[in-house]
């Protein structure tokens, strides 16, 4: 994964009609987007100046990864179709090789389906001043970084670039979206977080949360779309690194995270730019995780 640094496209001939935090979307025709997934990280909602050498790679094959082993559970965007049908230029087609796929063009849902196995992040926070995360109770005294009786599923808005997140009950998800689809998300997000964590404890890691987005088609058939079980996505623990009442080492974008924590930064763009050793760091980590990920079992 020694490709140019790619920290945001502008290819020919194609129209851009996004560009998030992370990935380019451009039309690919009236049923199909091309997705780049560029080298950017963003920490707090805030995209950072600074990117991530081979982020992008490892971000889009640690999720064709997952899309081929959760198929069973839930269809997903990807439509099989290669780069070349869509991207003309060579040196174009060169940047995106390993980054870029041709995905169905759905409904997206307006929320992000979050699912906790432990406690840690937003979660600790809420716990600590309500016993609660998102409304839902939770046994007394469990310590930082506990592993939860069961998975739970804590729905959030999607925010727009620069701005946070906010988690909502599942009420507010029945609002949004109805109840029988609400409960079909959660039923869906809970079943992909139970797979693929027993498929990383195998490996040595363990998924502490993760979220996930889903899109509807035509046909009203809900669809795993975005990323799926990646580092920027998740939060993956070293297992043997694991203790609770400690935050763990992370091999995903929290160690950026703690690092931000240490300055004096309101967490509102323009992000500060990040120093040589935490870049390296951190390419480290997305690195490994996709080497545990999809290597055999421990």
């Given at each position: ?202 490996r040595g890691i363990l998924i502490a949360d993760t979220k996930f987005e889903f899109g509807l088609d035509e046909h009203g058939t ?32 929290q160690f950026v995270r703690d690092y931000l924590e240490t300055l004096d930064w309101n967490k509102r763009a323009p992000g500060p ?26």
């Open positions: 994964m020694d490709a140019p640094t790619v920290y945001r496209t502008s290819l020919r001939g194609l129209e851009k009609i996004h560009e998030g935090k992370v990935r380019d979307i451009y039309a690919a025709g009236p049923d199909a987007l091309l997705i780049v997934t560029t080298d950017r990280l963003s920490a707090f909602d805030v995209v950072l100046p600074d990117p991530i050498p081979g982020k992008g790679e490892v971000l889009n094959r640690i999720s064709e990864f997952w899309f081929a082993r959760t198929a069973h559970l839930i269809p997903n965007h990807l439509t099989g179709r290669a780069l070349q049908s869509v991207v003309s230029d060579p040196a174009e087609r060169a940047l995106l090789e390993g980054r870029a796929v041709i995905v169905k063009r759905l409904k997206a849902l307006p929320i992000e389906a979050v699912v906790r196995g432990y406690l840690i992040g937003s979660g600790w926070k809420d716990y600590q001043k309500t016993g609660a995360v998102c409304g839902i109770p939770l046994p007394k005294d469990l310590p930082l970084a506990a592993q939860l009786p069961s998975p739970i599923f804590t729905p959030a808005t999607k925010a727009a670039i620069g701005e946070h997140d906010e988690n909502i009950s599942f009420a507010e998800t029945e609002r949004l979206i109805g109840a029988p689809l609400a409960a079909q998300v959660r039923q869906s997000a809970i079943a992909l977080y139970e797979f693929a964590a027993a498929h990383a404890r195998a809900l669809t795993l779309i975005d990323e799926a079980l990646t580092p920027d996505s998740s939060r993956f623990w070293p297992a043997d690194a694991y203790r609770p009442g400690v935050n763990p080492p992370s091999f995903d974008k730019k990040l120093p040589s050793e935490i870049i390296v760091r951190t390419s480290e980590n997305y690195r490994e995780a996709l080497r545990r990920l999809t290597g055999p079992a421990a």
